[in-house]
């Protein structure tokens, strides 16, 4: 399944059977099933009830073809076993930590209905990719004036080779995102750069 | 052939009565800004159907403006309706405030139609309710017939003889051919009442005026000429039937039930025999031209409890597929919790399906590319999720009108149908700008904002802040400093309503360790209303 151009020199699209794991619940997780959504695919977001809709459609995802289900309680294992029979994408975050069976579970499902299930928030075992943001900057805000842009992000994809570390505009300034390349930060209208962070 | 000796029943402004107005004081029920019905005092200050709102108040300023209630008409003519169903037990309800009844077995019985006419005159006016009532050969001809009536008078109904409607029809206007037709609120009946208004300007526009002209057009040419909608109006207009009223004699049950002996434990045998039933029910519904809405499964065990639940149907689902809804519900009643009294045990001894809400069956088309269709293996994957979790838990996101990121979205439970009451695309000065923030918590968390010397930052009511920002604390977690902030952006909304009113001012705020904040001041107290990362 595709993913956005931006993402591709990270990973060049998602696997159907694949689990990738995700640090942050916002904008990388939904950047990262934004290209899928875009070419057909149904996604479902389970126990994400701050999932940022706005974001979502603004990034690249179908509304029409997002399925929300806020509170699983505990019966989470079961229905996200039931929506990756259906969907293509399965965006989860677990209640809590979940147990070593249940990801096995859970990744063998997905193997088997050829369904992707991104884990955001939690560390997964199971997962053949993990992305994480290792550096992030806001641009746009001044002392009392102006408003955000954009965030440059450093995102390191770790799956079976070598780490590769990509910089982004995650959301860039029309809210998708877009590499963020040397080139594109001079292109850039001038911005007031104001924090920097590891 | 001609149409069957026809009662109606017609209750006059039957909007502006079913919201409670009072017939002697001016009032309208207004829809989409035009005038869809009025009182008659307001009808003798200038008001008239169709009319711009506006235009109707220059009018008459004093008028009294409700707002259109299809669902409270709908109930309080069904008061109506019972009241008549004592005399002629077919009632149909054509639209709210107009329902008709077959007339020849009430007027055999009661000893003449002119006698069944004042009865029904009698018991709607107990119910103080204003009516007409007419006969004739055929439901147009009838409410026309109605029509005739002296508004007010204690008249006593107009009787068109048998054989004489085409003739009683003769001299009316061809304006008068949508006077019993189906209230115009689905896409298929708005389209049928256009096609009607059409019509009608084209038989003017062609020297036709009367009822009388038309129907010496003859039928052949009307049908090659102007259509299908077209030739069902001509035969109206000749005093024929379009089609038998729709009636279904009461208490009729359709449902099918099954008796198991001995009772059965196992779900294979009991979704095997709702699939026959499902079968049985579906042909007895086909064979009326009917379909049902929903589909009751009613379950009863050897201890004796009765349990069932309502699945939308829409006449959409195969016989397979209704038999699958009732494995997953047996699923879920067994499935209970530990120790919870209402999970099914024992063997079952009943099982049932009972069709609910049924309307007639107007077939349904596809879309060429099935673009609308939900698809199939997602459908049923939602419908498995909410059993388990209850109806509300799978939602879709619909974009709707606001300033805040909160209020931009609504969730929509799965298979709702839920317009938002605010637009999204109209002007919201004061929203937020772009980018949307991607973490949008359900309620705004709490947070602490302090300047350099520790105190908390406040906004006053000119929309100055105390000092800048230094410190922000979110919830429970430690303080992070600011690291870039603007702001404030006041917002006054629903000013004009005491309960919704509030003043409140929003931030954006940067922090260092990488992350940016939506705050909002609400009476000094600084909450997180959305975080962009």
């Known amino acids: 399944m595709p993913v956005l151009p931006a993402l591709r020199s990270l990973l060049p699209g998602l696997r159907r059977g694949q689990a990738v794991s995700v640090d942050e619940?916002?904008?990388?997780?939904?950047?990262l099933v934004a290209g899928a959504s875009e070419n057909g695919a149904w996604c479902a977001v389970v126990g994400l009830p701050e999932y940022g809709v706005l974001a979502a459609a603004r990034s690249g995802v179908s509304l029409d073809r997002l399925i929300l289900v806020d509170d699983p309680g505990e019966r989470w294992a079961e229905v996200v076993a039931i929506l990756l029979d259906a969907v293509e994408v399965v965006v989860l975050r677990p209640p809590a930590r979940p147990s070593v069976t249940e990801v096995r579970r859970l990744s063998a499902f997905a193997r088997r209905h050829g369904a992707v299930l991104v884990v955001a928030g939690v560390p997964w075992e199971g997962a053949q990719v993990r992305l994480r943001v290792v550096s992030s900057v806001w641009t746009g805000l001044g002392d009392g004036h102006g408003h955000l842009r954009s965030r440059r992000v450093r995102v390191v994809a770790e799956g079976k080779g070598r780490p590769r570390a990509e910089w982004l505009w995650l959301p860039g300034p029309d809210g998708a995102p877009t590499p963020a390349g040397l080139a594109t930060v001079d292109d850039h209208e001038p911005v007031v750069e104001l924090s920097v962070a590891g | 052939m001609s149409g069957a000796r026809t009662l109606v029943v017609w209750c006059p402004d039957w909007p502006v009565v079913a919201v409670g107005a009072d017939a002697g004081t001016p009032a309208a029920v207004v829809s989409g800004g035009r005038v869809v019905a009025c009182t008659a005092a307001a009808r003798n200050a200038g008001v008239r159907r169709g009319q711009r709102l506006?235009?109707?108040?220059?009018?008459?300023?004093?008028?009294?403006?409700?707002?259109?209630d299809p669902q409270g008409e709908a109930r309080r003519f069904e008061q109506v309706a019972a009241a008549v169903e004592v005399f002629c037990p077919r009632v149909e309800v054509v639209r709210?405030?107009?329902?008709?009844?077959?007339?020849?077995?009430p007027s055999r019985y009661f000893g003449g139609e002119q006698v069944v006419v004042d009865l029904v005159r009698d018991a709607v006016a107990a119910l103080g309710v204003d009516c007409a009532v007419g006969v004739a050969d055929g439901v147009f001809a009838a409410a026309l017939a109605a029509r005739q009536e002296p508004a007010g008078a204690a008249g006593a109904g107009v009787v068109v003889p048998p054989g004489a409607t085409a003739g009683f029809l003769a001299p009316h206007p061809v304006s008068t051919l949508g006077v019993a037709q189906v209230r115009p609120e689905t896409a298929a009946t708005r389209a049928e009442a256009d096609a009607l208004v059409e019509l009608v300007g084209l038989l003017v526009r062609l020297g036709i005026r009367t009822l009388g002209e038309f129907a010496a057009l003859p039928a052949g040419d009307v049908?090659?000429?102007?259509g299908t909608a077209a030739a069902a109006a001509h035969r109206l207009a000749g005093g024929l039937e379009p089609r038998p009223p729709a009636t279904r004699p009461p208490g009729e049950d359709l449902g099918a039930s099954m008796t198991l002996d001995p009772p059965v434990e196992q779900s294979e045998p009991l979704v095997f025999a709702a699939k026959s039933l499902a079968d049985r029910l579906h042909s007895d519904l086909a064979a009326r031209g009917l379909a049902c809405v929903r589909v009751e499964v009613e379950v009863a065990t050897e201890d004796g409890r009765r349990r069932s639940r309502l699945w939308r149907h829409d006449g959409l689902l195969s016989s397979r597929a209704v038999a699958e809804r009732v494995r997953w519900q047996l699923d879920a009643w067994r499935t209970g919790e530990?120790?919870?009294?209402?999970?099914l045990v024992g063997g079952v001894v009943?099982?049932?399906?009972?069709?609910d809400q049924i309307?007639?069956?107007?077939?349904?088309?596809l879309a060429l590319w099935g673009q609308n269709m939900v698809d199939d293996r997602v459908e049923r994957a939602v419908t498995r999720v909410q059993t388990m979790l209850g109806h509300p838990a799978v939602t879709r996101p619909v974009l709707a009108g606001g300033r805040g990121p909160g209020e931009q979205v609504l969730r929509v439970p799965w298979g709702d149908r839920l317009e938002p009451r605010l637009p999204a695309d109209g002007p919201w000065p004061g929203r937020v700008p772009d980018p949307a923030p991607a973490v949008v918590p359900p309620s705004p968390l709490p947070a602490v904002v302090t300047d350099e010397s520790g105190r908390v930052v406040s906004v006053s009511g000119r929309s100055e802040v105390s000092s800048p920002p230094a410190w922000l604390t979110v919830a429970d977690g430690s303080p992070v400093a600011v690291t870039g902030w603007t702001g404030p952006w006041p917002t006054?909304?629903?000013?004009?309503?005491?309960?919704?009113?509030r003043r409140r001012a929003r931030f954006q705020l940067a922090t260092a360790d990488g992350r940016a904040w939506l705050l909002l001041v609400d009476r000094s107290r600084w909450l997180v209303e959305a975080a962009y990362d």
Request: some cysteine; hydrophobic content about 50%.
């Open chain 2, 338 to 343: 530990p120790g919870d009294p209402d999970a």
């Open chain 2, 223 to 226: 049908l090659t000429r102007f």
């Open chain 2, 350 to 355: 009943l099982l049932r399906l009972a069709p």
């Open chain 2, 492 to 501: 006054l909304e629903h000013w004009w309503d005491a309960v919704l009113a």
């Open chain 2, 54 to 68: 506006r235009d109707a108040q220059r009018h008459c300023p004093a008028l009294d403006v409700h707002a259109e």
């Open chain 2, 359 to 365: 309307v007639a069956d107007a077939g349904r088309q």
């Open chain 1, 25 to 31: 619940v916002g904008a990388l997780a939904t950047a």
């Open chain 2, 96 to 105: 709210p405030g107009l329902c008709a009844v077959p007339a020849r077995g």
